[in-house]
């Protein structure tokens, strides 16, 4: 009986986040197809950054417009330090993401002060700070404009040359930190985040330590999306410090927000949506803030909850008729 | 256990508790009443953190308490519910008891992360635990419903065991049986004995008179946020000056 009280078997929980992850990797046994495997690629690295981005909006409340700021930390740093220092790059991934968290503490420390719309055009200044350090460096260690390249990912001298091998390497990640994420937010930690959500007043008066909570919020989820960050430098090669222009925060929290938030699936369902979408519309390009803000408008007006929520507001609609043909037994 | 100095707090040009001294005795349920905008809610405010008194102080267990955080005074033990309910709405009844537990588990940032043997044994007692406090309010069959779809009778209830599951030693209640129908509030009653029987205090603000006259050992009446009177039930009800201040107030 605990147990269903609990509600926390994580087989039951995984199985769809996992298979949809599985099904992406439909092009793996298509020969020759290197397009769509990229762009699989590119989701599971975009999942690891929204699930993050989730559990600073979802489950504890707090907006961010400057998440982009984090893939850059996590991109450059990664690229940076395997570059000039010529460390391991796993490990290089590691370190990149660990900065970028204590850099998001630093953040929260004043910014857990702030209310919501305060707390956005915060984070948007921060997003335009760490740009233009991007673009400014001291020394030029970022390259400034040219943008940076780095190496291809290898782990103990084994070359992920090709997207089909990095796929089973992206596969490994989202597995990891989703599993995380699913342990984190059951938890005293997880609870504490939904209650300052929930009422921050109250989360208060319960004993929990509001602002050391909302900076643990923070540096998780920056380090989640400066992981992702970090994965895509060593996908792709290359990266070019417009890709973390205000657009790319705008664009992780439209997946998060049409995909739903505060659950697992909900931000797997927005980024492979929104992703297929937009290489959809690739002709639209010089438009893309323009279907940003549609889909927002969508998910505000007309399916809030996003996706996930719409599926599940379906699918117990369904399971209520059965239960009530069945006579009712639905109900637990 | 927990004394009270000449605490003031001011909203701008309003005084909203003046100078009030009062002292709550351990094992005893005491009662504070007074008419609406008496200050009872601010002066809980000010036992609990939400504010700090622009003076006087507040001593708990010989500690001052005044200008602690919220989160800092449910630590040294003392607990409340609100008077416009304050739950966490979407989680469930389960979960907000298990969050009242807060200050209690153990587990950390990483053991929780990486949910470590120590980490699940814990959450295991835990929930054992919450749904006990359901049980001791009685609202176990709606562990696992959105706190916000209970009545409001019931949403007072789970309020009094989120608050109590931080195994406080003094509870403050803020008018728990408001909402709450005659049935409910016979169940309020015996509720408030089996809590005093936990070895719980109890400071009670509560308008309705037949409950408080029948089970608090002792009362303070707030006035304009003055203290008017104090003394047992029945010196209470015989006070010409509390007589006058309900029926003046109103
Ligand atoms: N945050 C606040 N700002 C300004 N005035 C307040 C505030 N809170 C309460 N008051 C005022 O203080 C007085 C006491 O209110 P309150 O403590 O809620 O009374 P009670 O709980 O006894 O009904 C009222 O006049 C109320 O309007
Ligand atoms: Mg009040």
């Not at chain 1, 927000?257 to 290489?279: A, D, K, N, R, Y």
Request: hydrophobic share 45%; charged share 15%; glycine share 10%.
């Amino acid at each position: 009986m605990q147990k269903s009280l609990a509600n926390n078997s994580l087989g039951k929980k995984l199985i769809a986040p996992i298979a949809i992850l599985l099904a992406l990797g439909m092009p793996l046994y298509v020969r020759g197809a290197e397009y769509p495997l990229m762009l699989a690629c590119i989701i599971q690295l975009y999942v690891v950054a929204v699930s993050g981005l989730d559990i600073l909006f979802g489950y504890c409340g707090q907006i961010s417009l400057g998440h982009a700021a984090f893939y850059a930390i996590g991109a450059y740093g990664s690229a940076i330090l395997h570059n000039n220092f010529g460390l391991p790059i796993l490990f290089t991934m590691f370190v990149a993401a660990t900065l970028a968290a204590l850099v998001g503490a630093v953040l929260a420390i004043p910014a857990s002060k702030l209310v919501f719309h305060f707390l956005s055009l915060a984070t948007v200044a921060f997003g335009e700070i760490v740009y233009q350090f991007i673009v400014h460096s001291p020394g030029g260690i970022t390259k400034d404009f040219n943008g940076i390249f780095s190496a291809r990912l290898s782990i103990f001298g084994f070359e992920f040359s090709t997207y089909r091998l990095w796929y089973y390497f992206g596969l490994a990640c989202v597995i990891v930190f989703l599993t995380a994420k699913y342990f984190l937010v059951h938890s005293k930690t997880g609870r504490a985040f939904t209650a300052i959500r929930e009422n921050s007043h109250a989360a208060n008066g319960m004993g929990i330590n509001v602002r050391k909570y909302k900076v643990m919020a923070f540096a998780t989820s920056a380090f989640y999306t400066a992981f992702a960050g970090a994965m895509y430098i060593h996908l792709v090669g290359y990266v070019h410090p417009d890709t973390f222009l205000r657009k790319q925060s705008v664009l992780f929290l439209t997946m998060l927000l049409f995909g739903g938030t505060g659950s697992l699936t909900g931000p797997i369902l927005g980024v492979i949506s929104v992703e297929l979408l937009i290489e959809s519309l690739r002709v639209l390009q010089d438009y893309q803030g323009f279907v940003y803000g549609i889909l927002l408008l969508i998910v505000i007006v007309a399916l809030p909850g996003g996706l996930f929520g719409g599926f599940k507001n379906v699918w117990n609609l369904l399971a209520g008729r059965l239960g009530k043909r069945r006579g009712g037994a639905g109900a637990c | 256990m927990l004394t009270t100095d000449k605490v003031t707090v001011k909203f701008g040009g309003l005084t909203a508790v003046n100078q009030v001294s009062v002292h709550v005795e351990a094992h005893r349920i005491t009662g504070l009443i007074g008419p609406n905008g008496a200050g009872k809610t601010t002066f809980f405010n000010c036992i609990s953190g939400v504010y700090r008194p622009n003076s006087g102080s507040v001593i708990f267990e010989g500690n001052h308490i005044e200008g602690k955080k919220p989160y800092q005074v449910n630590r040294a033990g003392i607990s409340r519910t609100y008077q416009i309910i304050n739950l966490f709405k979407k989680m469930n009844v389960l979960e907000n008891v298990l969050v009242g537990m807060h200050p209690r588990l153990k587990s950390g940032y990483l053991s929780d992360m990486f949910r470590t043997p120590s980490q699940r044994r814990e959450e295991k007692a835990a929930y054992e635990r919450a749904y006990e406090w359901l049980k001791f309010v009685d609202l176990q069959d709606h562990a696992l419903d959105p706190a916000g779809s209970l009545s409001y009778g019931k949403q007072r209830l789970l309020e009094i065991a989120r608050s109590l599951a931080s195994t406080p030693k003094l509870i403050l209640l803020d008018e728990p049986a408001a909402g709450m129908n005659s049935k409910e509030k016979e169940e309020l009653d015996e509720l408030l004995k089996r809590i005093l029987e936990l070895g719980v205090t109890v400071l009670m603000v509560e308008h309705d008179m037949k409950l408080v006259m029948g089970i608090c050992h002792y009362l303070n009446v707030l006035s304009e946020g003055k203290l008017l009177a104090k003394g047992t039930p029945s010196e209470i009800q015989n006070n010409p000056d509390v007589i006058q201040a309900y029926l003046g107030g109103e």
